[in-house]
Nanobody
Framework: QVQLVESGGGLVQPGGSLRLSCVASGFTLDDWATGWFRQAPGKEREEVSCITSSGGRTYYANSVKGRFTISRDNAKNTMYLQMNSLKPEDTAVYYC?????????????????WGQGTQVTVSS
């Protein structure tokens, strides 16, 4: 059974940092593309960052470029999202997702396996 479990969310002040983790179980990430998405109250889920199975190609939404870094450790079956210089508008539930394939998938509709989400709140 494919399962994704996020962790690392929390409350942080503007300008602070958080590192999200997503551990996969029931399958190995080697041939799976993965991504991070977020959904704020009253808004649609949006793409944040995506990465190919090898980690060689990445995608970032314009709103997070230069502040967020996506990475993965296939040996640990884990992916990460390092978030720096956080802003109040980054407040949302963050989800990790995975789909089988070796190319870069940046559209949330292309993902069919999702975690339960972790809350990130940026507030003073």
């Amino acid at each position: 059974q494919v399962q994704l479990v996020e962790s690392g969310g929390g409350l942080v002040q503007p300008g602070g940092s958080l590192r999200l983790s997503c551990v996969a179980s029931g399958f190995t990430l080697d041939d799976w593309a993965t991504g991070w998405f977020r959904q704020a109250p009253g808004k649609e889920r949006e793409e944040v960052s995506c990465i190919t199975s090898s980690g060689g190609r990445t995608y970032y939404a314009n709103s997070v470029k230069g502040r967020f870094t996506i990475s993965r450790d296939n040996a640990k079956n884990t992916m990460y999202l390092q978030m720096n210089s956080l802003k109040p508008e980054d407040t949302a539930v963050y989800y990790c997702a995975a789909r089988y394939g070796i190319t870069l998938y940046s559209d949330r509709m292309q993902y069919d396996n999702w975690g339960q989400g972790t809350q990130v709140t940026v507030s003073s």
